[in-house]
């Protein structure tokens, strides 16, 4: 026996079949992997001489869903459900044998074997939720039959990828292989099948445990801020629900719902987020084969917020740091503060303290630059002073051996003047994290004038090892995030300034989907950052509500007052702070509707998002989608600026424009680019 078609083949160890899909990357369900899983179970069914069947993969994973670039299009092929049920009602054992990832369809199949083997490696999970849409190939009514309704909610509604171990204890899979030897596992366990006459189990006939009214209702309770704005985890929430009526009844609450997200705008955007965030990676002028530089230790200039917090990243995935300080003092505070960040990562339990000393035992602190002679990356995050970190990166240069990443954690300054201070200009680079640094998904990778080929794609394919979204930009003013983060505040003031109060502005902006408006983010980063006492002169408003002490969450006040609780309650001394300043500056205030609020903060970003097209210092369109997704909270059932304007139409997004300029100048003058792409009749989707 041989190949079924090009991803399957059908080859035999006595009476065991072995159906081996080969589909790189990842073993998709496209309609020719679907095709091959229908005919290799068929014929191996039909072989007399086949007693059992394993299903394996060959490369780096067992299938790790449906082929998501296949969605929207005509369906070919095979359906899912003729596998499945083949497979499910074979009349001889089916194993499936995992390894790497069996996720969304994948899982979905896996469950209609009759057994389930993995080595310790393998995970598990139905990430459908992710790309706003639910499991659609009966997993819904297959994983609480095993792991009850409530492991099946979480597991659903987060898309966690579950260890191994883990499934093995909760039923769902049934033996563990030993590690790189999966296919001899699973032939071996098909013929414990046969030498025992174990049943032929159906995921289907099974009961589902647990899953009583509470259940549900106390589980959307806990999850409601979480989920807020979503519409893919209530639908998967139903049909957990579901999955307690017969089989067949709950298959078509799964399929009525699953129809309605597939075909729906927010599974559209983020389905388009995912590919995006990979096509992030892609960068057209650095070839993929670029030789990287080996980064086996990091030195790190700056032990406060930042510094400490960029460290993190690297000790996490075993990177030894080395961290500079000027003083002893800021040194100790900044060591403490990561190993407290860790200690209280243990007490939660997500770290053993085992693994805290592991981490803390990679870290060295110094007050010596010398200390950086031998970095593979040195990582400048001291104070936002270009003289100062000049004078650092010409320090850097005599001292950091040749070959070396010279990169600057600055969120303002521009990297092509920090490189004049160096001999080797294309080993600096921009590596922009955003606060607090151990946790936010976003890296700005900020190419100069000179960054060379190598340090761009070691710094794009570090960023994927350290856990983060890398997207490259150019030099700019706030590059590609803050320069459009610009607009936005600048409209918030203005606005405030006009009629609408921070709680009207911060309101909208939090029921299109973020997490907290510009006024409320101000009260918790603090309004005295970058203000001082002795300096300030009340010509502001935050200076006027930080002389009041005002200052934020942790002064119990800021543009809101604060409860107890810290729920945030409109301020009326803001008010009257806010209404004397217009009247000073002979403003009428005047009522604000919600539109023009959104449009007023939100189209003057994608105009910005436009020029930075323009200019070159994004690569594409939804470059910038992905920083504002994973920096800036945009929700990510819009897909991001971009996507979002193709949505409302980029002729509305040009004439509300052009009208506001009109009213209020020139700071809504549309881009030449927009103005192009409505002559054309294109979208931002449409660049090339
Ligand atoms: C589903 O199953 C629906 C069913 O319930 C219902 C059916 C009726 N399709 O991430 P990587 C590509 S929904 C197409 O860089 P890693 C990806 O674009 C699906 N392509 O690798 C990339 O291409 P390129 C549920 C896919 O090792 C390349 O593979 N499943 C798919 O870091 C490598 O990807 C999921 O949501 C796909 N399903 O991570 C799982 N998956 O090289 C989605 C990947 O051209 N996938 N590609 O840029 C993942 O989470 C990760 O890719 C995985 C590997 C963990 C598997």
């Not at 997200?261 to 960068?283: C, D, H, P, W």
Request: include cysteine; hydrophobic fraction near 45%.
């Amino acid at each position: 026996m041989a190949a079924i078609n090009s991803v399957t083949e059908l080859t035999q160890d006595g009476d065991i079949a072995i159906i081996t899909l080969n589909s790189p990357p990842v073993n998709a369900l496209s309609a020719n992997v679907r095709d091959g899983l229908f005919e290799g179970f068929k014929a191996a069914i039909a072989d007399d001489s086949v007693k059992a069947i394993v299903l394996i993969c060959a490369g780096r994973t067992f299938i790790a869903g449906a082929d998501i670039s296949e969605f929207g299009g005509a369906s070919k092929g095979a359906s899912l459900f003729d596998v499945q049920n083949m497979m499910e009602n074979s009349p001889k054992a089916v194993v499936a044998a995992i390894h790497g990832t069996a996720l969304g369809g994948g899982l979905e199949v896996a469950l209609t074997a009759h057994y389930r083997v993995a080595v310790p490696s393998a995970k598990c999970g139905l990430p459908e939720v992710n790309l706003g849409l639910l499991p659609g190939a009966g997993g819904t009514q297959r994983l609480p039959r095993i792991v009850g309704a409530e492991k099946a909610l979480e597991m659903m509604t987060s898309g966690a990828h579950v260890p191994a171990k883990e499934c093995l204890a909760m039923g769902l899979v049934d033996a563990m292989a030993e590690e790189g030897k999966l296919l001899e596992g699973a032939v071996a366990f098909a013929r414990k099948v046969l030498d025992e006459k174990m049943p032929l189990k159906k995921v289907r006939d099974r009961d589902v445990v647990g899953g009583s009214p509470e259940v549900f209702a106390a589980f959307r309770k806990a999850n409601a801020r979480k989920f807020r704005g979503f519409d893919a985890p209530e639908a998967n929430i139903k049909c957990v629900e579901a999955s307690l009526l017969p089989f067949e009844e709950g298959l078509k609450v799964e399929r009525t719902l699953f129809m309605g997200l597939m075909t729906g705008a927010q599974s559209a955007a983020q389905r388009y987020v995912f590919f995006a965030e990979r096509l992030a990676n892609k960068i057209p002028d650095v070839p993929e084969d670029t030789a990287e530089i080996p980064v086996k230790k990091v030195g790190i200039i700056g032990a406060g917020t930042m510094g400490g917090g960029i460290a993190m990243n690297f000790l996490n995935v075993g990177i030894p740091v080395t961290i500079v300080e000027t003083k002893q003092e800021a040194l100790d505070r900044g060591l403490g503060v990561i190993r407290k960040n860790y200690e209280n990562t243990a007490k939660r339990g997500r770290l053993t303290m085992e693994q805290v000393e592991q981490r803390m035992g990679l870290l060295t602190g110094t007050l010596e630059l010398e200390a950086l002679a031998d970095s593979d990356l040195v990582i400048e995050a001291i104070f936002e002073n270009m003289a100062v970190k000049k004078e650092v990166f010409g320090k850097l240069d005599a001292i950091v051996k040749q070959g070396a990443i010279l990169a600057s954690n600055t969120s303002a300054l521009n990297i092509d003047e920090i490189a004049t201070a160096v001999k080797r200009p294309e080993a600096v680079i921009g590596l922009h994290f955003f606060s607090p640094a151990n946790v936010m998904r976003l890296l700005e990778v900020v190419r100069t004038d000179h960054s060379s080929n190598e340090v761009i794609a070691t710094s794009m394919k570090l960023a994927k090892k350290i856990g983060k979204v890398a997207v490259l930009v150019g030099v700019c003013p706030g590059f590609v995030g803050n320069r459009m983060l610009f607009q936005r505040q600048n409209q918030a003031q203005r606005l405030v300034m006009e009629g609408a109060m921070p709680w009207d502005v911060d309101r909208v902006l939090y029921d299109f989907g973020f997490p907290m408006g510009p006024f409320a983010m101000s009260d918790l980063a603090g309004l005295d950052i970058g203000w001082n006492k002795e300096t300030s002169k009340g010509e502001t408003i935050r200076d006027q509500l930080c002389e009041l002490d005002r200052r934020g969450q942790k002064t119990g006040a800021g543009y809101y007052d604060y409860d107890e609780n810290r729920n945030a309650i409109p301020s009326p001394v803001t008010e009257e702070i806010i209404k004397g300043f217009a009247a000073k500056q002979g403003l009428n205030q005047r009522d604000i509707s919600d539109e023009e609020i959104l449009e007023r903060t939100i189209f003057p970003m994608i105009n910005e998002g436009a020029k930075i097209l323009e200019e070159g210092k994004a690569i594409r369109a939804s470059d910038i989608d992905i920083v504002w997704i994973n920096g800036y909270g945009w929700p990510v059932y819009r897909g991001g600026p971009m996507h979002y304007a193709d949505l409302v139409g980029l002729p509305k997004v040009l004439e509300r424009l052009k009208q506001y300029q009109n009213e209020m100048g020139d700071f809504f003058k549309p881009s030449a680019l927009l103005e192009k792409l409505v002559a054309e009749g294109k979208g931002f989707k449409d660049l090339k």
